[in-house]
T-cell receptor
Framework: AQRVTQPEKLLSVFKGAPVELKCNYS??????LFWYVQYSRQRLQLLLR??SRESIKGFTADLNKGETSFHLKKPFAQEEDSAMYYC?????????????FGAGTRLAVHP | DSGVTQTPKHLITATGQRVTLRCSPR?????VYWYQQSLDQGLQFLIQ???????AKGNILERFSAQQFPDLHSELNLSSLELGDSALYFC???????????????FGEGSRLTVL
């Protein structure tokens, strides 16, 4: 079955430190992966998607099919990055996609 | 606000009762998705509608049902409520069905259900 695993519930770093939020997935086909973020008192929103190969707010994520991972990285964390981060996998089974989310990782960036 | 709106924001009820959660998608969005987030759990996909028709189903309990109306708003009905149904229920919408790559999902603020 398709599954997304985020092994860390909480990741705590200091401002300026590198950040890596881990995401592993299980999927039999060619996956489409996403990172969503929820800042305090805001709605869950899309951060980036792997097909775009983009960098958003300094974050990047590389799809590693061999390791079935899609880790989110940022070289220098900022306090405003503190938020809940969810990795998600698109499951097009049956012809209609749905997003399967991981349990989320809370990132806390300390001054 | 033309974003996704969900009502009610908070709801407290007793076991065995029935509740209805309502969602209005963003203007122009045809797809509506329902997710459940229990304590320490990720978002569990429940069901998706596109332009009034059910398109995808997740692990939705038989006690739960949903529909999307002609004006595109959606309702999630939860019946014979149990303590374990206490959760945050999110609605999201997107422009289309997204056969291969979903369009961006836009989320509501959620409806927090507490079953006592």
């Amino acid at each position: 079955a398709q599954r997304v695993t985020q092994p860390e519930k909480l990741l705590s770093v200091f401002k300026g430190a590198p950040v890596e939020l881990k995401c592993n997935y299980s999927y039999s086909g060619s996956p489409e992966l996403f990172w969503y973020v929820q800042y305090s008192r805001q709605r869950l929103q899309l951060l980036l998607r792997h097909i775009s190969r983009e960098s958003i707010k300094g974050f990047t994520a590389d799809l590693n099919k061999g390791e079935t991972s899609f880790h989110l990285k940022k070289p220098f964390a900022q306090e405003e990055d503190s938020a809940m981060y969810y990795c998600a996998l698109s499951d097009p089974a049956g012809g209609y996609n749905k997003l399967i989310f991981g349990a989320g990782t809370r990132l806390a960036v300390h001054p | 606000d033309s974003g996704v709106t969900q009502t009610p924001k908070h709801l407290i009820t007793a076991t065995g009762q029935r509740v209805t959660l309502r969602c209005s998608p963003r203007s122009g969005d045809l797809s509506v998705y329902w997710y459940q987030q229990s304590l320490d759990q990720g978002l569990q996909f429940l069901i998706q509608y596109y332009n009034g028709e059910e398109r995808a189903k997740g692990n939705i309990l038989e006690r739960f049902s949903a529909q999307q109306f002609p004006d595109l708003h959606s309702e999630l009905n939860l019946s014979s409520l149990e303590l374990g149904d206490s959760a945050l229920y999110f609605c999201a919408s997107s422009v289309g069905v997204g056969y291969r790559v979903p369009g961006e999902l836009f989320f509501g603020e959620g409806s927090r259900l507490t079953v006592l």
